[in-house]
């Protein structure tokens, strides 16, 4: 079936260097997408959502950016801090279904 | 947001018995969901657990290992049946609730369940 991928599944930047994150998604009738943040133990948290008729949003320290045409989603954060470092993940679907597929996952390990 | 909790937090089980996983959330909500995540993987859907009816369930899981209930709008419980070694996964609860004029999803602490 169609699945939503991630580029790299490790990224590994220093403390206050800007971090890119990067999601492929297939399934066109998507409208919906959201990254989420994994620290080991723990339940995802959402970070930022972003819909389609839009192509970019900003939230605190974060900017997903959404090219419907390549079908590409993307999560930049600012000043990576150590807090930062956790697993993240891309999740696409459609509004109202509500039914999420996850991308694989990119850990993302922040040195001091 | 939702505050989403979970019970147990983790269980060591036998083969062959049951657990069951409670998910309790703060507000009421239109939408609940089951996730597994295999160790070291992605989340995968396990279903829908819809208030007043039968869940509906993904490809590749079955009522009959995974029975599910949802007694009401904050309530909702994960069985995983005659349990194997495979089932050995976290397991998350979600629910959807209002975000800024959009609802989106938010997730539990998650059940982390080790099947000897």
């Known amino acids: 079936g169609e699945s939503v991928g991630l580029h790299l599944p490790t990224l590994s930047v220093q403390e206050g260097d800007n971090s890119i994150i990067n999601c492929a998604y297939s399934?066109?009738?998507?409208?919906?997408f959201i990254w989420y943040k994994q620290e080991s133990g723990k339940g995802p948290q959402f970070i930022i959502d972003?819909?389609?008729?839009?192509d970019k949003r900003q939230g605190q320290r974060v900017t997903v950016l959404l090219n419907k045409t390549v079908k590409h989603l993307s999560l930049q954060i600012a000043a990576t801090q150590p807090g930062d470092s956790a697993v993240y993940f891309c999740?696409?679907?459609?509004?109202?279904?509500?039914?999420?597929?996850f991308g694989a996952g990119t850990t993302v390990t922040v040195r001091a | 947001s939702a505050v989403i909790s979970q019970k147990p937090s983790r269980d060591i089980c036998q083969r062959g018995t049951s657990l069951t996983i409670q998910c309790q959330v703060d507000?009421?909500?239109?939408?609940m969901f089951w996730y597994r995540q295999q160790p070291g993987q992605s989340l995968t859907l396990i279903a829908t657990?819809?208030?007043?009816?039968?869940?509906?369930?993904e490809s590749g899981f079955v009522i009959d290992k995974f029975p599910i209930s949802r007694p009401n709008l904050t309530f909702s419980t994960l069985t995983v049946s005659n349990m194997s070694p495979e089932d050995s996964s976290i397991y998350l609860c979600?629910?959807?609730?209002?975000?800024?004029?959009?609802?989106?999803?938010?997730f539990g602490p998650g059940t982390r369940l080790t099947v000897l």
């Open positions: 657990a819809n208030q007043g009816s039968e869940a509906t369930y």
């Open positions: 399934n066109s009738a998507s409208d919906y």
């Open positions: 979600s629910a959807v609730t209002g975000h800024g004029g959009t609802d989106t999803q938010y």
């Open positions: 972003i819909r389609s008729n839009m």
């Open positions: 999740a696409e679907t459609v509004l109202g279904d509500y039914k999420l597929s």
């Open positions: 507000s009421q909500v239109t939408m």
